[in-house]
């Protein structure tokens, strides 16, 4: 029997993470994550409705650019 091929990209959604997971991956509240959107200064995210998601892209992308040598770089 022949199996369909496997697709080596993966799709958005199977990279995407809720508010609680990105939360909990940075040691945050949900409320920081919350402020942030409604501030802005945080990473991107998508919503859907009520829901709101992060692309591990995007978490990736906010990490990177937030990376600092000493306490004094900003």
């Given at each position: ?14 990279q995407?993470f ?8 940075w040691?945050?509240s ?19 409705g009520?829901?709101v ?22």
């Amino acid at each position: 029997m022949l199996t369909p091929p496997q697709h080596k990209e993966t799709s958005h959604l199977s990279q995407a993470f809720t508010e609680e997971q990105v939360a909990n991956r940075w040691s945050l509240s949900r409320k920081t994550l919350q402020a942030w959107r409604l501030n802005g200064g945080g990473p991107k995210f998508i919503k859907m409705g009520k829901s709101v998601r992060y692309l591990s892209t995007d978490l990736t992308e906010f990490e990177e650019v937030n990376k600092k040598t000493s306490t004094s770089s900003d």
